[in-house]
């Protein structure tokens, strides 16, 4: 779909009438995002809010409320005049730049998780890691990965939290990596190596090792740089 003003998606469970009004809103956005992710909305195309509204069989409002929500995601951008558009796709250089960005992040917020995190955020990461088990990491549509990816970004948001900084928090949250990345695609065996990092994160956090956690951060990052090049048109595993 390479312009929502010129392509069709219909809802696949259209929304009936008297839909709670935050139910309804939610239900549109993750269709858009879908959308985007999917590159049913191509990459740099135009978003018609209309065409939208008349697809999705909604009114145009919360197709405005769902375009707001992902452009603090990321995912479009809105110029004066001119509308909705879809933000390109990371480039090579934009991937290394996002990657330099959580190496220098991450492994301090993993190391400070480690020395911070209270019993309640302990467990919190533990189960995130658990649910992820149960989710397939891969897939041709991002319906089918959804679930990974969020649990993959609530992992690592997490652990951010659990450093008990807050501002650094925020600058990992303020990156959206793991829309960007996932958005590129999937990378199949991916999800099974993801989930063995995260295990190594875990245990140093729970051991309360913050050089081990550190470590296992930086490595868990820097193997996920090197699937995301070696992946050729597409990517997955953050």
Do not use: C, W
Not at 47 to 75: C, K, M, Q, W, Y
């Amino acid at each position: 779909m390479g312009d929502a003003d010129s392509g069709t998606h219909a809802a696949a469970h259209p929304e009936p009438a008297g839909q709670p009004r935050q139910v309804l809103a939610d239900s549109v956005y993750e269709a858009v995002k879908a959308m985007v992710m999917d590159h049913e909305i191509q990459p740099g195309a135009r978003v018609g809010i209309e065409a939208l509204a008349r697809a999705l069989d909604v009114s145009p409002t919360p197709v405005r409320e769902a375009l707001a929500r992902l452009e603090a995601d990321g995912l479009v951008t809105k110029r004066s005049l001119a509308g909705y558009r879809a933000t390109e796709l990371l480039t090579p250089a934009g991937l290394d730049e996002l990657f330099e960005m959580r190496l220098l992040l991450e492994p301090r917020a993993a190391a400070l998780a480690a020395q911070h995190a209270d019993d309640t955020e302990l467990d919190a990461i533990e189960n995130l890691v658990e649910e992820m088990r149960r989710r397939p990491g891969t897939g041709d549509r991002y319906a089918v990965y959804r679930g990974f990816a969020a649990l993959d970004q609530r992992f690592h948001d997490t652990v951010a939290r659990a450093s008990g900084r807050v501002l650094l928090a925020e600058a990992v949250g303020r990156l959206h990596s793991h829309l960007h990345i996932f958005r590129l695609g999937s990378i199949a065996g991916a999800g099974p190596l993801t989930l063995a990092e995260h295990d190594r994160i875990l245990r140093a956090i729970l051991r309360r090792s913050p050089e081990r956690a550190a470590d296992a951060m930086r490595d868990h990052l820097t193997a996920s740089l090197e699937r995301q090049h070696g992946r050729g048109p597409a990517g997955e595993g953050s």
